[in-house]
C-alpha cells in the first residue's frame, strides 16, 4: 500500500525532545522533496520544516535551532528531531511528500505532539 506513516509523537514536558519519524512506501521517495507540518488546535496547517532531495534545508523561524529534518534514503524515511519543546509546539504532525515529474504529492495520518507540564 502506497503510504506515508508517521510515528514517534507523544506527550513531552516544556523542554524535552521527541524524535518524530515518517516511514514511506511511494514511489520515488527518494528524488521527492521531504516537508513536516503541524496543525495545532483551532489553528490552520503550517509548514514546520522541509528538505529537499539533495539534502538541503528550511525551517520556520519559531523552530531554527531547535529542530532538525533529515533524511535517510536508502530506508524510505524522513526525521523530525524537536529539541527544547514549548507549549505552542503541541498539535498534530504530519508528515509530506511533495510532487515530483514522476509521481503525485502524498500525506501521512499524522502524529500528536503534546507539549505540557
Known amino acids: 500500500q502506497v503510504q506515508l506513516v508517521e510515528s514517534g509523537g507523544g506527550l513531552v514536558q516544556p523542554g524535552g525532545s521527541l524524535r518524530l519519524s515518517c516511514a514511506a512506501s511511494?514511489?520515488?521517495?527518494?528524488?521527492?522533496?521531504m516537508e513536516w507540518y503541524r496543525q495545532a488546535p483551532g489553528k490552520e496547517r503550517e509548514l514546520v520544516a522541509a528538505?529537499?532531495?539533495?539534502?538541503?534545508?528550511y525551517y520556520i523561524d519559531s523552530v531554527r535551532g531547535r529542530f532538525t529534518i533529515s533524511r535517510d534514503n536508502t530506508k524510505n524515511a524522513v526525521y523530525l528531531q524537536m529539541t527544547s519543546l514549548k507549549p505552542v509546539d503541541t498539535g498534530v504532525y504530519f508528515c509530506?511528500?511533495?510532487?515530483?515529474?514522476?509521481?503525485?504529492?502524498?500525506w501521512g495520518q499524522g502524529t500528536q505532539v503534546t507539549v505540557s507540564s
Open positions: 528538505i529537499t532531495s539533495g539534502g538541503s534545508t
Open positions: 511511494t514511489p520515488f521517495f527518494s528524488r521527492a522533496p
Open positions: 509530506y511528500q511533495g510532487q515530483t515529474s514522476a509521481a503525485r504529492s502524498y
